[in-house]
């Protein structure tokens, strides 16, 4: 079938498509404006007087673009995408057309306060939920994703150190962490030191107490973990740290298997930032826009940064200085007041779910991805025995002495038609299978998922190498030559050098 | 539920195959005393209806810009969205998918990237751009925490001129690393002169452009004081669509370019979520922060596109990271992209004619109403009023007469008091000639 | 060049009268991978044993590469500005690091020869 040569470049409905810079006629607009009024020119000397370069395109030819390479796109819309710690669920278009709505798309963030009452009941709401359903009082909105989550609930409790004079250097990181944790904590001003785990997947107890002194500002722990495992320590972590005078943040990423059934406040958690594009459904839009807010404990509250909305009487107000009794906001994290179109969605998910489905959702999201370790364990190797959270984890042993990795696995499950897994994450594991199905994906889907894996599990067990060192062969692209991309970066399109140089 | 696929038949059957009675059991490993028994106590699901009632009447409680005279600005402006921009951003191959990371399944998402990437090197005037930032003041800080790194030197200079929560998310997100900020007084009067506080430890000057009072500058002359003295200049645009009618920032000598993007594509959403551009000089990369997409071949010699680059990020680096960031705003700068690729040349330039043209008629009808005068002398879509008396007031007075008049400047700088009566109005292609005739009267008659 | 000290980062040192030349061994360019690009020291600047003072690069990983010796670096293989490949095609050839001068010469004993570093190498796994 690879070898069919067509004349166009073109497979079928598999669709080539030329950048916009190669369609471009001069003058050419998809956007019809009018002729600007007579006007008296402003804009002093400091004006435009050479072309930009941008394309010239018509209406259709910019609709058909963008049709045409979209279809070289896989989609949680079109089958399953088990990518761990990534939380690829279903997105409800209710959630798109909530935040297109006349009275939320289209308002000012510095509009009179009296004017965007709605909004700032809607953000207080959303706020609401994400306290009940962690059981933390306290809920900083603006972080624009999770890593920016991180930091931003880091600098609250240095804040919160630094406001009893005990600014504190150390944060412990397990080793199986996201690299935001340290990349966020080192943004903090702090150094990073290294908790080994267990044989069991956790964070080894032990080794993190003894490490834990009055140099020790936090623990970052993940929970559910990077190996889709709970750390059921978790309370007598929280409790060690609190009386080393230090703090627990949590990363949230994984709050999804634990919705509605567990409450980290309740486990002693200071502070965790919350995925809203993961847990609640918002779309992950090909690399964002996320949202990262952060739930704070009582001792942590005060220390929220700004902006944040209170409510006064009957209405709502948004404090955005300094000032107000009590609190002892270190800044501001991010321009106006967070990724509020993503708050409207949440919220739409939210109440479409309510706190049933919510904790109906986790249940599911952990019975699938025991499902497939079952499934799957009696041929891959399971990383950590016993039942894990919403995601499973593999390492490539199965694999050992085959010639084929986990890269070749993955790229041979394209051709299968499914998303592959997170693989090499996390890094505690050789050559990681990271596989979370989510609660969206009905049983039909994940027999599909285990079916497939078997069968190339089978495979690469027969030693058909060349079968894996091919695939993909039936994507849009075979794999792509990533060492000549860094080696000789082009990250922009060039005018083609004149043509007598060519010849 | 409807998002909800399985059956209790499935569950049960599903319970079997992984060998436990309950799904209680699957979360053996948390304290008995941790597990909730019952639902928190918040309301039960919602069909759509009922969702959608719930949160339109919220919405029915704002005033929104398609629905008065609007004139609010600095640094979040109301153009129009041309209707294909919203119908494929909302294609599920780009609304539902991850991150790039396997490029083979997703070079719809690559190839619109690598075309963002040209069209923001392009606009500002650099040699490269990256994948796109969490917003413009997000941006700005990571420009000049990338100068520090650049230069090693540690002290970064933020102009009178700048957005203030440009200045302050700046301030915030260094506030724990060795950075020495100095922010200088505002600038209302436009008379700073930022070149005479570069000294030797300097590592960058930010400056933006129109400034937040909405002044157009050159910054030609502080680029060449910053080269001279080895440290980077730093231009933040918060009103994109300007660069269709004034010099780009790479023509003034700038080493980095922080811009917000959502002038293009992207509605104004309460200030959020937005796309914050990102372009630097070729000699930077390696100190750039974000996801880079970048041109390759695959097996078969055909052109793709790659996540490249990707060692400066935390997934590798970890705390050696040139930037925490991680999720960025892939879909508004999908918006971004598509808004100018629909625009075109002649389109991009055409719009930014048409904003300065309905600003320039808007000073000049406002500065005729007695007591106000028009504070700038050069602006694009945007620019200052002292009014006779504080500007919070007769804002709020106009709001409640259905007209969004502006900024007041307090709002934006609330401890500088003296800056009180002073008002930041804005136009743009979607401001009337009603709208700009009914605030001309309302103004009028408040300050009688 | 006849005989090279290494370090256990995988450093190798060839001693040439005062000033030592370093690069990563073949068996660390093999565990990186494709290299696509190698961070460089500054002529002139000075390291003490065990400071960070080149970074390599590859597709999918970047390690540090440390001052095996205290010095000053003399020189640096600028070739592999524009062609990282020669650290994957000739790691104790063409793709050397940097020189630097050799502070103090007792330091050299630290390190392991040949035949130690074969078995430190096998020690791995």
């Given at each position: 079938m690879t070898d069919v040569v067509t004349l166009t470049g073109n497979r079928g409905l598999d669709l080539e498509e030329k950048l916009i810079f190669e369609q471009d006629k001069a003058g050419r607009t998809a956007v019809d404006l009018p002729e600007p009024e007579r006007h008296d020119n402003r804009l002093g000397p400091a004006r435009r007087t050479r072309p930009i370069g941008l394309p010239g395109l018509s209406e259709p030819q910019v609709v058909r673009h963008y049709v045409r390479m979209s279809r070289n796109n896989y989609a949680i819309d079109a089958g399953i995408y088990p990518l761990g710690s990534c939380?690829?669920?279903?997105?409800?278009?209710?959630?798109?057309?909530?935040?297109?709505?006349?009275?939320?798309?289209?308002?000012?963030?510095?509009?009179?306060?009296?004017?965007?009452?709605?909004?700032?009941?809607?953000?207080?709401?959303l706020a609401h939920w994400l306290a009940e359903l962690t059981g933390m009082p306290a809920v900083a909105l603006s972080p624009a994703a999770g890593a920016h989550g991180e930091l931003t609930g880091l600098m609250a409790i240095r804040s919160a150190l630094e406001a009893r004079g005990d600014a504190r250097r150390v944060v412990l990181v397990p080793e199986s962490a996201h690299g935001t944790n340290p990349a966020s904590a080192h943004m903090c001003g702090y150094e990073i030191e290294s908790v080994a785990a267990t044989a069991r997947g956790r964070v080894d107890l032990a080794a993190m107490k003894a490490r834990l002194a009055p140099d020790v500002a936090a623990v970052m722990i993940t929970n559910p973990n990077t190996c889709g495992l709970f750390e059921d320590d978790m309370a007598e972590i929280s409790a060690a740290v609190h009386a080393a005078g230090a703090f627990v943040y949590c990363d949230g990423a994984n709050f999804n298997a634990i919705v509605g059934r567990v409450r980290p406040g309740d486990l002693g958690i200071d502070a965790m930032h919350l995925n809203l594009h993961k847990t609640f459904s918002t779309p992950h839009g090909g690399g964002g826009p996320g949202a990262g807010p952060v739930t704070l404990s009582k001792a942590l509250a005060p220390f929220a940064p700004l902006p944040y909305v209170v409510r006064e009487g009957e209405g709502f107000r948004l404090v955005e200085q300094a000032g107000e009794t009590g609190a002892h906001p270190y800044g501001r994290m991010k321009g106006f007041h967070g990724q509020f179109g993503v708050f409207v969605r949440a919220l739409?998910?939210?109440?479409?779910?309510?706190?049933?489905?919510?904790?109906?959702?986790?249940?599911?999201?952990?019975?699938?991805?025991?499902?497939?370790?079952?499934?799957?364990?009696?041929?891959?190797?399971?990383?950590?025995?016993?039942?894990?959270?919403?995601?499973?984890?593999?390492?490539?042993?199965?694999?050992?002495?085959?010639?084929?990795?986990?890269l070749d696995f993955a790229k041979a499950m394209i051709d299968e038609g499914v998303h592959p897994m997170t693989m090499y994450f996390p890094l505690i594991v050789h050559g990681a299978f990271l596989i979370e199905p989510t609660e969206t994906e009905g049983r039909a889907s994940l027999d599909l998922l285990a079916d497939l894996m078997l069968g190339l599990a089978k495979r690469a067990k027969a030693k058909e190498v060349a079968f894996f060192k091919d695939s993909p062969k039936l994507a849009p692209r075979r794999r792509l030559d990533e060492t000549r991309a860094a080696r000789n970066p082009v990250l922009r399109w060039m005018p083609p050098a004149p043509k007598a140089a060519a010849e | 539920m409807r998002y909800l696929p399985l059956t209790d038949e499935d569950r049960t059957s599903m319970l079997a195959t992984v060998g436990v009675e309950s799904v209680d059991a699957l979360y053996r490993g948390v304290p008995k005393a941790a597990l909730l028994d019952r639902p928190v106590d918040l309301p039960p699901h919602g069909g759509e209806i009922e969702v959608e009632r719930r949160i339109c009447a919220l919405a029915a409680q704002n005033i929104g810009a398609s629905t008065a005279p609007f004139f609010l600005g600095a640094g979040n402006y109301f153009h129009h969205i041309p209707a294909t921009v919203d119908h494929l951003i909302q294609r599920s191959e780009y609304l539902t998918s991850y991150t790039p990371y396997q490029p083979e399944i997703s070079q719809g998402t690559l190839q619109a990237l690598f075309e963002f990437q040209t069209q923001v090197a392009l606009i500002t005037g650099m040699e490269i751009a990256n994948a796109s930032m969490y917003d413009g003041a997000t941006a700005c800080a990571e420009a000049a925490m990338m100068a520090c790194r650049v230069t090693r030197r540690h002290r970064v200079v933020l102009s009178g001129g700048l957005h203030p929560h440009y200045r302050d998310v700046t301030a915030t997100n260094v506030k724990f690393m060795s950075l020495d900020i100095s922010a200088l007084a505002p600038d209302a009067n436009g008379t700073e002169d930022a070149a005479v506080t570069i000294d030797d430890h300097t590592?960058?000057?930010?400056?933006?452009?129109?400034?937040?009072?909405?002044?157009?500058?050159?910054?030609?002359?502080?680029?060449?004081?910053?080269?001279?003295?080895?440290?980077?200049?730093?231009?933040?645009?918060?009103?994109?669509?300007?660069?269709?009618a004034l010099m780009p920032p790479g023509d003034m000598g700038a080493d980095?370019?922080?811009?917000?993007?959502q002038s293009l594509g992207n509605p104004m959403s309460f200030g959020g979520p937005h796309v914050g551009l990102f372009a630097v000089r070729e000699k930077f990369l390696r100190q750039m922060p974000g996801r880079l997409c970048g041109e390759t071949v695959d097996t078969d010699g055909k052109r793709g596109w790659v996540l490249t680059l990707s060692t400066r990020e935390q997934h590798i680096r970890r705390e050696k990271a040139t930037s925490n960031i991680c999720t960025n705003s892939g879909l508004c700068a999908l918006a971004f992209t598509i808004h100018l690729t629909l625009l075109g040349e002649a389109g991009f330039t055409r719009l930014a004619a048409i904003n300065h043209a309905r600003a320039s008629t808007l000073a000049k009808k406002l500065g005729a109403v007695p007591g106000v005068v028009l504070l700038n002398e050069t602006f694009f879509n945007e620019f200052t009023l002292r009014l006779p008396r504080p500007a919070s007031p007769i804002v709020d007075t106009l709001a409640a007469r259905g007209i969004l008049a502006g900024v007041p400047v307090v709002r934006l700088f609330p401890d500088?008091?003296?800056?009180?009566?002073?008002?930041?109005?804005s136009a743009t292609e979607m401001t009337t000639d009603d709208d700009m005739d009914r605030l001309v009267a309302a103004l009028g008659e408040v300050l009688k | 060049m006849a005989s090279l000290k290494y370090t256990d980062q995988h450093e190798w040192v060839a001693v040439d009268g005062d000033t030592a030349?370093?690069?990563?061994?073949?068996?660390?360019?093999?565990?990186?991978?494709?290299?696509?690009?190698?961070?460089?020291?500054?002529?002139?600047?000075?390291?003490?044993?065990?400071?960070?003072?080149?970074?390599?690069?590859?597709?999918?990983?970047?390690?540090?590469?440390?001052?095996?010796?205290?010095?000053?670096?003399?020189?640096?293989?600028?070739?592999?500005?524009?062609?990282?490949?020669?650290?994957n095609e000739d790691a104790i050839g063409d793709g050397w690091f940097f020189k630097i001068s050799i502070d103090d010469e007792t330091e050299l004993d630290s390190l392991m020869d040949e035949k130690e570093y074969r078995e430190f190498v096998k020690g791995l796994g």
């Open positions: 939380t690829m669920k279903h997105n409800p278009r209710l959630n798109e057309k909530m935040a297109r709505q006349p009275g939320l798309a289209d308002i000012h963030p510095l509009q009179p306060q009296g004017t965007v009452q709605g909004a700032f009941a809607l953000m207080h709401e739409s998910y939210m109440m479409s779910m309510g706190s049933d489905g919510l904790r109906q959702a986790s249940a599911d999201a952990v019975l699938n991805a025991n499902y497939l370790r079952a499934r799957l364990q009696g041929t891959m190797s399971l990383s950590y025995e016993g039942p894990c959270m919403h995601e499973v984890l593999f390492d490539d042993h199965f694999l050992a002495d085959t010639g084929v990795s986990t | 590592a960058c000057v930010v400056v933006q452009n129109p400034d937040v009072f909405g002044r157009v500058r050159d910054y030609s002359n502080l680029g060449a004081a910053c080269r001279a003295k080895g440290a980077l200049l730093v231009v933040v645009v918060t009103e994109i669509v300007s660069l269709g980095i370019v922080a811009a917000e993007g500088q008091r003296d800056l009180a009566n002073l008002l930041l109005v | 030349t370093v690069g990563i061994t073949d068996y660390a360019q093999g565990q990186l991978g494709d290299v696509v690009f190698v961070e460089l020291p500054d002529e002139g600047k000075s390291f003490a044993m065990g400071d960070q003072a080149a970074v390599v690069e590859s597709v999918k990983a970047a390690a540090e590469v440390y001052a095996p010796i205290s010095g000053e670096i003399v020189e640096v293989n600028e070739a592999l500005n524009g062609k990282p490949e020669l650290v």
